[in-house]
């Protein structure tokens, strides 16, 4: 179970309160108005953002920790590959910063790079990807390091409907694989109701607890409603 | 286009001038061997140390937050407006031989050393080009995505890490760029060399084109020093320019950078940005320590030579703002020919000031005292030589304006005029201000092409502090250089704010 127990962030005149829980293994869209904290939100579980308050993981503080030491993996909407490394090397990167890896761990990485569509392009450099090549590859490596929560940034925000959801559903593997808990920005109604039984809203200063997505959608809060230009 | 016709013919006709002068091979000296030599091996040697220095110093200030960082950042500008014999008669207060350096060995009973040949030319050289290699490297970071720290971080990298994987991958592209920019400023180095060169040891190029004028009044030779010159500036320009490179403007360096912890990088971060700010500091402190006491008994030749300098830094201004305004437009608007207008414009000073300055020389000298054509020729080299910098302000600001307002002012039916005066000129005004301020200060502080043509009575301050610090007399040569210091500073200041206008009255849209 993941906490957010009184987490209060201030940047300037912005401010983001936030006190829910979201279950282990839930899957749980995100939404809100442009600038109103999603990525903020985000930055702070991953460990980007100073905060006030307490960021719990299955019971103990996880808000000291240092971003590669939390139980997360977490997907930026651009730049998740390095430029100058291959495919297999991002990849790699998951498991050894230093690129020294065993026999084993590199017949895992093939795997990985198996498991998402990119076998035979290991090779690669990710000018020579496409978008949803892209994808995948920084999907392969959210599947490698295996963390029990995985943050998504809109990562596929760029991706056409049809590749979008082929994403989308990957990533409901990798989750399902070991039962992670997935957060995931996103500014689509059908994003969150495909992929996500749960929806939070970032609006107004507040992160809200998480709600079942089709009453949400259904009868939305006056500012997501506005956000989505219901009437 | 009256300026295409100025540039071409000054590089081209001096050339041609230096050709036909030129003696054969056979006059080329080993002396002159010698002066080939020592252009190459001290740009090159200047090249590496200060990139290889700007990269700590870089780095550092890209990681840290710290109080007077930003004004660092401006500091590390400072040295391009800086005069060249200030900042030598600041080094030599640290490092001379009556410099702090020295006296405190002497006070430790050490051997002393002597900074006059290769090691000062170098420091000179270093202490110019560190700010510059820094900024163009802290550019090289500020364009690392901030997702690419962030995801460092969330992977765990440590230092080794993170210079394999972000860092040496960033430098590897930046380094070369910056090599090129300090060897090509390094090979026309003539003030330097003339200050704290000399000596069959440590003579350029350009020192021995002056030396052949002034010392053998030999025509020939110098002209075919000048070629020799010429085709090394032609040659490396040509070698170097397959290589973009860079510009050293400063952006978006507020995106902060997660400082690594632990006490070993924090050490070499402080260490890098505390002796950078002292190298750059000190020698300045010095010039106005030491000046300020003599500068109200200044001699009046001083004060003449302040006042021509004044007026070749008028006239330089002048000619830059047409030749500017000339060539941006043009590159703007020939849509054929505008690569060639800004290639023209980029590279104003092909042949360097002291090739051009021979050539003129050799053209003029049967037909007019050249003392009389020192101020004009000085004011046209010196505009040729800001005209890079200035067209590198000005030209990306035009082609914004042009490409953000160009459709508008079609749609609302407006002239070139109305265009010109209402939608581009508030837009580009603040970046043609900067230009033409470097541009007076440059002018300002110029020893150069002004040695071959003047005489006694049409000196320029620079000129005249050149013979002051020669003739050993000191309290005046203080005076004179923090005068000129103060100076060159004010000439871009107000350009800057006169031509500029007042900064962010025209920010948004």
Known sequence: MLELDGLAIRQGEFRLQADLTIAAGALVAVMGPSGGGKSTLLGAIAGFVGHQGAIRWQGSRIDALPPAARPLSILFQDNNLLPHLSVFDNVALGIDPRLRLSDTQRSGVMQALDRVGLAGLEQRLPAQLSGGQIGRAGLARVLLRARPMILLDEPFAALGPALKKAMLDLVAEIAAEHAATVLMITHDPADARHLCPQTLVVAEGRASPPADTETLLASPPPALAAYLGYR | MPCVVILLALN??????????????????????????????????????????????????????????????????????????????????IFGRQGLANQGLALLGVQGFTIYGLQGVLLAHVFFNLPLATRLILQGWARVPGEHLRLAAALGFDGRAMWRHVEWPMLRQVIPGALAVVFLICLTSFAVALTLGGGPRATTLELAIFQAFRFDFDLGRAALLALVQAALGIGALLLLARLTLPIGAISGLDRPAPAPGGGLPRLTDALAIVLAAAFLLLPLSMVVWRGAPHLPSLPEPVWQAALQSLRVAGLSVMLLALMTAALALAAVYATRAGRAFEALGMSALTASPMVIGTGLFIVAFPLIDPARLALPVTALVNAAMALPFALRAVLPALRRAEADHARLSAALGLGFGAHLRLVLWPRVRPAFGFGLGLGAALSMGDLGVIVLFAQTGGETLPMQLHRLMGAYRTADAAGAALLLLALALAAFVLVERLVGGRKGLHAGT
Do not use: H, Y
Request: charged letters at 10%; zero cysteines; proline letters at 5%.
């Open chain 2, 12 to 93: 081209i006709g001096a050339l041609t001038a230096v050709v036909a002068r030129a003696e054969g091979w056979a006059a080329f000296r080993a002396a002159d061997w010698a002066a080939l030599r020592f252009t190459l091996v001290q740009a090159v040697l200047s090249a590496l140390i200060s990139v290889a220095l700007a990269i700590p110093v870089a780095r550092a200030l890209a990681r840290r937050r710290f109080p007077g960082r930003g004004a660092l950042i401006v500091l590390m500008g400072a040295p391009f407006i800086l005069p060249t014999l200030v900042a030598v008669s600041g080094i030599l207060a």
